[in-house]
């Protein structure tokens, strides 16, 4: 799922090419996309862009007028933007489920992905946007006092605390996996147990690692629109998320993973959990009291 860093860097490409520009029609190929019905979609048609900003994972579009117009997208796990600089640009792609036309060019939402997830709305109102806000605090502005509180608002598991859009903001499975391991904290800790001390590391980590990972993102975006291959969760100059049975860059023990559902988690048993391997429920099942404790009963099997 596109996140914090991705979302920036989509904002900065669209800004150049439709901040100012008219939208001149709309083609909507999956009925599942669209999730409101008043004001209609094709409000906004006619309308030009006069701003583009983040809400959570989600990209605003505002439209002139009074009241003024928002279409608000998710793109979810596996939705992306193509952009052409033709106006009246049709896409072929199976994938496509919708296109935006604008007078500067065309931006095309595809999702390669079996369930179609990603979502419009199109609201009218200063209110109706911020109603379809999870109100997590946004990590990049806060203090440490106001990270502080809102990760031990609730005792959750840090991993958890991370990616709930009711606590923090714009932070998926990936870039909380680079987290916890700039951090040197276990994934399954649970934030009520944090130290004064692991808080600053918390905080520290997920304001260098957002920060770093925005700004290259960005600088790439100033430069050419960011591509379908561009936008992913799985990066090579990352130190673990994806890197199951890689070396960590830190200490070179191999990455290991918790596995849940569709989703991961990639983490450094040395580095972060004092050398205990975490019970994996894709192998645990099938090892049951053959589990190994630690990294080093592992690696010697």
């Not at 590391?201 to 100033?222: F, I």
Request: proline share 6%.
């Amino acid at each position: 799922m596109p996140e914090l860093p991705d979302i920036e860097a989509y904002l900065v490409a669209l800004r150049e090419r439709t901040l100012g520009a008219t939208l001149t029609g709309i083609r909507i190929v999956s009925p599942f996309l669209l999730r409101t019905v008043d004001p209609p979609f094709d409000a906004v048609i006619g309308r030009k862009v006069t701003a583009l900003h983040r809400l959570g994972k989600r990209i605003v579009l505002g439209f002139d007028g009074a009241p003024p117009l928002f279409a608000v997208i998710h793109l979810m796990i596996s939705g992306r933007f193509v952009w052409s600089d033709d106006p009246k640009a049709r896409s072929k792609d199976k994938a496509t489920l919708a296109s935006f036309h604008f007078d500067t060019g065309t931006l095309t939402l595809v999702e390669a992905a079996t369930q179609k997830r990603a979502s419009l709305h199109v609201v009218a109102g200063e209110d109706a946007l911020s109603a379809l806000h999870r109100s997590g605090l946004e990590p990049l502005t806060a203090t440490p006092r106001q990270f502080a509180d809102a990760v031990t608002r609730e005792n959750r598991t840090l991993k958890r605390v991370l990616t709930s859009p009711s606590i923090l903001s714009g932070i998926g499975n990936a870039f909380s996996d680079e987290i916890l391991h700039a951090a040197r904290l276990s994934p399954i800790k649970l934030s009520s147990r944090l130290t004064s001390e692991e808080h600053n590391r918390l905080y520290n980590a997920t304001q260098s690692v957002l920060t770093a990972w925005t700004s290259t993102l960005v600088e790439r975006a100033r430069k050419t629109f960011p591509s379908r291959a561009e936008v992913t969760a799985f990066r090579p100059e990352f130190a673990v998320h994806g890197k199951f049975g890689k070396p960590c860059p830190v200490c070179g023990t191999a990455v290991q993973r918790i596995v849940h559902a569709t989703n991961e988690t990639n983490y450094c048993p040395r580095c972060q959990t004092e050398g205990k391997l975490l019970a994996d429920r894709s192998l645990s099942r099938l090892l049951k009291d053959d589990w190994p404790a630690t990294i080093e009963e592992w690696e010697s099997r």
